[in-house]
């Protein structure tokens, strides 16, 4: 009964491949996020989506795209990983209402070597 | 653009002692939020603060919000080891509905030594 879920948990593998990570959330939420907490545990917003339409792409390289088929699952494939691409990255959701703060994801470690 | 700035960055403190985490943003907002996160792990919801001068309560944290000061405190009382984990502010900027844009703080590392 995970309410937002991530696949894979963990990601290695090298420069130049393309690799995709799933979310998928149980919720009802409107909106899905990525996230990227990178090596000093910094957040930064990368992107979010709402009813499947893209609300905020932060200044990302356009090796990263997300994808939103339905409102309760946003992916993120990157392309030619480099190795500045190392990180966790969150999924998140949330719904109307300021009384309902963003729901995360467990994670996905993303190691590039 | 927004900045949020939290102090300490890292706090080590001895079990049944109090302390406070403060988080500083640079732009306007009523909305502030604080997280938990554990090594390893996703992060926690602790509080919503939606308006000047909120303060809510769980158990040994507390925290508060003055917008006009642009300032949220963390307040820990008397720490227990289980408290050991990284706390993060972070205020939302988004534009309304269920659409946050957070902006988070740096983080604070808190160890709670017996």
């Known amino acids: 009964d995970t309410a937002v879920s991530q696949t894979p948990k963990y990601l290695v593998t090298q420069m130049g491949n393309d690799k995709s990570i799933k979310c998928e959330q149980n919720?009802?939420?409107?909106?899905m996020y990525w996230y990227k907490q990178d090596s000093k545990k910094f957040l930064k917003i990368m992107f979010s989506y709402n009813n499947k339409e893209l609300i905020i792409n932060e200044t990302v390289p356009n090796r990263f795209s997300p994808k939103s088929p339905d409102k309760a699952h946003l992916n993120l494939h990157i392309n030619s990983l480099e190795l500045g691409d190392s990180a966790v990255y969150f999924c998140?959701?949330?719904?109307?209402?300021?009384?309902?703060?963003?729901?995360f994801g467990n994670g996905t470690r993303l190691t590039v070597t | 653009e927004l900045k949020v700035e939290q102090n300490p960055l890292f706090l080590s403190m001895q079990e049944g002692k109090n302390y406070t985490i403060y988080c500083n943003y640079s732009t306007t907002s009523d909305r502030l939020y604080w997280y938990r996160q554990d090594p390893g792990k996703s992060l926690e919801s602790l509080f919503v603060l939606l308006s000047n001068g909120a303060v809510k309560q769980e158990g040994r944290l507390m925290a508060s919000l003055d917008t006009k000061a642009r300032l949220s405190t963390l307040h820990i009382t008397a720490a227990v080891h289980d408290l050991s984990a990284t706390y993060f502010c972070a205020v939302d900027m988004g534009s309304g509905g269920s659409n946050y844009k957070l902006t988070f703080g740096k983080g604070t590392l808190l160890t709670v030594n017996p």
């Open positions: 998140a959701s949330s719904q109307a209402g300021y009384n309902s703060p963003l729901h």
């Open positions: 919720l009802g939420h409107d909106t």
